[in-house]
């Protein structure tokens, strides 16, 4: 690993555990006492870059949130995968 990706992957580190700070004070703003809070980055196809408990990958997203989550965002992720191979096709 070269010293770019580490220091990528500290800021990245660094960057859930803050999240992690902000959303416990937003939820005490608001009146709630929260148990605990999580902030996770989302490896939609499933190679992940950082080790639990940080990433969820695609495959997990139906089970994370309790409700279908994977197959509405790849529908969206090949619509759009189509439109910019399209646009892209027709830059040439």
Known sequence: MTFLEINLL??????ALCIQVLLKHYAKQRG????GVFSHF?????????????AITGAELDQHFSWPVYEPVDEVNKYFQS???SI???AR
């Open 83 to 85: 439109r910019l191979f």
């Open 32 to 35: 709630y006492d929260p148990k």
């Open 42 to 54: 989302i490896f939609f196809y499933g190679k992940c870059s950082i080790r639990k408990p940080f």
């Open 10 to 15: 500290l800021s990245m580190l660094k960057n």
């Open 88 to 90: 892209l096709a027709g």
